[in-house]
């Protein structure tokens, strides 16, 4: 079955770190380019971060720029989010998409992460 | 600061047709974008509509169609069904492994 599959979140103190996993399946991983997307309860969707495909570029929304790293493991068919210095407005259900001709088209189910005290 | 544009909400009675569109703060939305629009009810992930401005999704219904209409890109919905009750997000591609989400358009059918 072609699907992804976030884990790794949970309940984090401000300032604290998480890293959250997607697992994929079905598909040849290596070659697509992949995205983080966050949604905070209530609110719209917010695109977090990309990599490419080999060779690696990577891109950070403004606001996770320097805490958050995004890496990849085409062996393990993974990718993986590090969140640092995490704040109360990075609670989000937070999605793995792939990505194909610019466009998110496939999604994981979320995994949520609060930050909260 | 880059801020796309949605309709915050939308109303539609059953079998009619309703546009909703994807705007810039500053400039014209055009193909280079790759505008892109998303359907998402209440706790489920998006599913894709439309990717590269007006190219369907697979699996879609062709009463869901894509465009640039003027300087924005588009939705439109023809024969608008109840589960089309919903919530719509546009992105644009910035360039550079770069997107920017719209706030969305909550869509109501009734």
């Known amino acids: 079955e072609v699907q992804l599959v976030e884990s790794g979140g949970g309940l984090v103190q401000p300032g604290g770190s998480l890293r959250l996993s997607c697992t994929a399946s079905?598909?040849?991983?290596?070659?697509?380019?992949m995205n983080w997307v966050r949604q905070a309860p209530g609110k719209g969707l917010e695109w977090v971060s990309y990599?490419?495909?080999?060779?690696?570029?990577?891109s950070y929304a403004d606001s996770v720029k320097g805490r958050f790293t995004i890496s990849r493991d085409d062996a393990k068919t993974s990718l993986y989010l590090q969140m640092n210095s995490l704040r109360a407005e990075d609670t989000a259900v937070y999605y793995c998409?792939?990505?194909?001709?610019?466009?998110?088209?496939?999604w994981g189910r979320g995994t949520m992460v609060t930050v909260s005290s | 600061q880059t801020v796309v544009t949605q309709e915050p909400s939308f109303s539609v009675s059953p079998g009619g047709t309703v546009t909703l569109t994807c705007g810039l703060s500053?400039?014209?939305?055009?193909?280079?974008?790759?505008p892109s629009w998303y359907q998402q009810t209440p706790g489920q992930a998006p599913r894709t509509l439309i990717y590269?401005?007006?190219t369907r999704s697979s699996g879609v219904p062709d009463r869901f169609s894509g465009s640039i209409l003027g300087n924005k890109a588009a939705l439109t919905i023809t024969g608008a069904q109840t589960d089309d009750d919903s919530d719509y997000y546009c992105v644009l591609y910035m360039g550079g492994g770069n997107w920017v989400f719209g706030g969305g358009t909550k869509l109501t059918v009734l």
């Open positions: 990599i490419r495909s080999s060779p690696s570029t990577i």
């Open positions: 079905g598909f040849i991983f290596s070659i697509y380019s």
């Open positions: 590269s401005t007006n």
């Open positions: 998409a792939r990505d194909y001709a610019y466009n998110f088209d496939m």
């Open positions: 500053s400039g014209s939305v055009s193909t280079r974008y790759y």
